[in-house]
C-alpha cells in the first residue's frame, strides 16, 4: 500500500512538471492553433448542418465548439498564452460531450468522441489534464449508466447491454491511455533533462573556454607591448614609436568601420611592424648622424628581417606581412619588394600612413619634428604615389578633426604606465 501511494505521489509530482519549454513549447502553441481551427470550423459546420436538419437542441454544443475553438486558437495563435488557451479545450471537454452524452446527440453516437478527447487532451494540453478527464468521465458514465433514475431515461438512447459495458469498458481503456501517457511525460521529461544538463554543461565550459581564451588574449597583448618596448628601446630616436603607429592605426581602423577582432589585429600587428629592428646593429640603428647609401640598405632590411621573424608563428602570418610591407609604396616604388597598389596588404597599408605620420612628428638627431601643417602637406604631396588614397583621406580627417593628438596622449600615458610597470617589475 506505502509503495502505491509513494507510486501516487510521485507520479502527480511528475505530472505537475510541464514538458512544454523552449522549442517544444513553441512547436505545441503552432499545434494548438491548427487544431483549434479545425475545431472552429468544424464547430460552424455542425452548427448549420443542425440549422438546416432542425436539430435545435444540437446548436447549443456547436455554438460552444465554434466558440471555445476560436478563443482557444487566439490564445495560442496570436497572444501566444499556453495557460489561456488550455482553458478552452478542457471546459469543452467538460460539458459539450456531457450534453452529447444525456441528450443521445446523433442516434447515441456521439458519445464515442468522448474516448477520443482524453487522447488529444495528452498530447495537446497535458498528460494530467487528460487523466482528469478520463478520471471524470468514468464517474459521469457509472453514475449515468448504472444508477436507474438516469438509465432509465437514457435508455431511450441506447441500448441496454451498451450502457452496461460501456463504463468498464472505458475505464479499461482509460486506464490503458493513462498509463501509457505517463511514460510519454515521464520520457520528455528526462529528454528535457538531460538536453538542460547539455546546455548546462556547454555554457560552463564556453564560459571556461572564454575565460581562457581571453587570459590568453591578454597574456599574448602583453608579450607583444612587452616586444615592441625592447624593439623601441633599441633604437632610442624612435623610443615609443611603436606604441604610438599602433594607436594611429588602430584609430584608422575603427574609423574605417572595421569589426572589433580585425581592429584588436590590426594593434597587434602595428605594435610589432619593426620587431626586424633586431636584427639591425646598433651602430648603424643609432648613428647620431645621416646614413650612408650602403647603411640605409642595412636599415631597409628591418621589413625583410621582421617578416622572417614573424612567419614563423602560423598565429601572427598577418603580422608578418605587415612587417614585411610596411615601406612598400602605393606606385610601386617602395621596398622590400616593390609591390604596388592594392597587392601590398591592407593592414600593411594602414600601418605605412601611422608610421610614416609619426616619423614626420617625432625629432631626429639631425632634424626636429615637422609642424603639423608641413606634416599635412608631407601626406597629400604622397597620396597615390606613397598612400593609399582612400586610406589617407580618412586619415586626414582624422588629423583635421584633433582625433590624432587625441590619440597620440593616450598612446603616451600607456607608454608611461607600462615603462613604470617595467621598473616596478
Known amino acids: ?47 448549420f448542418l443542425n440549422l438546416a436538419s432542425g436539430r435545435y437542441l444540437m446548436l447549443i454544443p456547436a455554438g460552444v465548439t465554434a466558440v471555445f475553438g ?11 498564452k499556453r495557460k489561456a488557451a488550455i482553458v478552452f479545450p478542457v471546459l469543452f471537454c467538460a460539458v459539450a ?11 447515441g453516437v456521439a458519445i464515442l468522441w468522448s474516448m477520443l478527447a482524453p487522447i488529444g487532451l495528452c498530447y495537446f494540453v497535458s498528460v494530467k489534464h487528460g487523466i482528469l478527464i478520463s478520471v471524470y468521465y ?3 458514465f457509472a453514475a449515468a449508466f448504472y444508477i436507474p433514475a438516469f438509465r432509465s431515461y437514457l435508455g431511450q438512447f441506447y441500448t441496454s447491454a451498451f450502457m452496461t459495458r460501456f ?20 520520457g520528455v521529461l528526462l529528454e528535457n533533462d538531460y538536453a538542460d544538463k547539455l546546455a548546462a554543461e556547454v555554457k560552463l565550459q564556453t564560459k571556461y573556454a572564454t575565460e581562457r581564451a581571453d587570459r590568453l588574449a591578454s597574456i599574448n597583448d ?6 615592441a618596448l625592447t624593439v623601441d628601446a633599441k633604437d632610442r630616436y624612435t623610443n615609443g614609436h611603436s606604441f604610438r603607429v599602433a594607436a594611429y592605426a588602430t584609430a584608422l581602423a575603427e574609423n574605417l568601420g572595421w569589426p572589433e577582432e580585425e581592429v584588436r589585429s590590426m594593434h597587434r600587428e602595428a605594435m610589432l611592424h619593426d620587431i626586424g629592428k633586431i636584427g639591425i646593429p646598433d651602430a648603424v640603428l643609432n648613428k647620431p648622424g645621416r646614413l650612408t647609401p650602403e647603411e640605409f640598405d642595412v636599415i631597409k632590411a628591418h621589413a625583410a628581417i621582421g617578416g622572417r621573424i614573424l612567419s614563423t608563428s602560423v598565429n601572427l602570418a598577418r603580422a608578418a606581412d605587415v612587417a614585411r610591407c610596411h615601406h612598400e609604396r602605393y606606385d610601386g ?9 592594392e597587392d601590398i596588404p591592407l593592414h600593411a597599408r594602414v600601418v605605412t600612413i601611422a608610421d610614416s605620420y609619426d616619423a614626420m612628428r617625432s625629432d631626429r638627431v639631425y632634424r626636429k619634428g615637422l609642424s603639423p601643417d608641413k606634416i599635412r602637406e608631407e601626406l597629400v ?36 604606465k607600462l615603462h613604470s610597470l617595467k621598473n616596478t617589475v
Open 1 to 47: 500500500m506505502n509503495r502505491l501511494w509513494n507510486w501516487f505521489r510521485s507520479t502527480r509530482k511528475t505530472l505537475n512538471r510541464s514538458i512544454f519549454t523552449g522549442e517544444r513549447l513553441q512547436a505545441n502553441l503552432h499545434a494548438l492553433t491548427y487544431v483549434s481551427i479545425f475545431t472552429a470550423a468544424l464547430g460552424v459546420v455542425l452548427f
Open 70 to 80: 476560436g478563443a482557444c486558437g487566439v490564445c495560442a495563435g496570436i497572444v501566444k
Open 97 to 107: 460531450f456531457v450534453y452529447y452524452t444525456v441528450s443521445g446527440a446523433y442516434d
Open 138 to 140: 468514468t464517474v459521469f
Open 167 to 186: 463504463p468498464v469498458i472505458y475505464a479499461s481503456i482509460s486506464a490503458f491511455t493513462a498509463i501509457a501517457m505517463i511514460q510519454y511525460h515521464k
Open 222 to 227: 602583453e608579450v607583444v607591448d612587452m616586444m
Open 333 to 341: 616604388g617602395g621596398y622590400p619588394a616593390g609591390l604596388k597598389g
Open 381 to 416: 604631396r604622397g597620396r597615390g604615389t606613397q598612400f593609399d588614397p582612400l586610406l589617407l583621406d580618412v586619415f586626414l580627417s582624422m588629423a583635421d578633426s584633433g582625433e590624432l593628438d587625441r590619440v597620440n596622449e593616450s598612446a603616451d600615458r600607456q607608454l608611461e
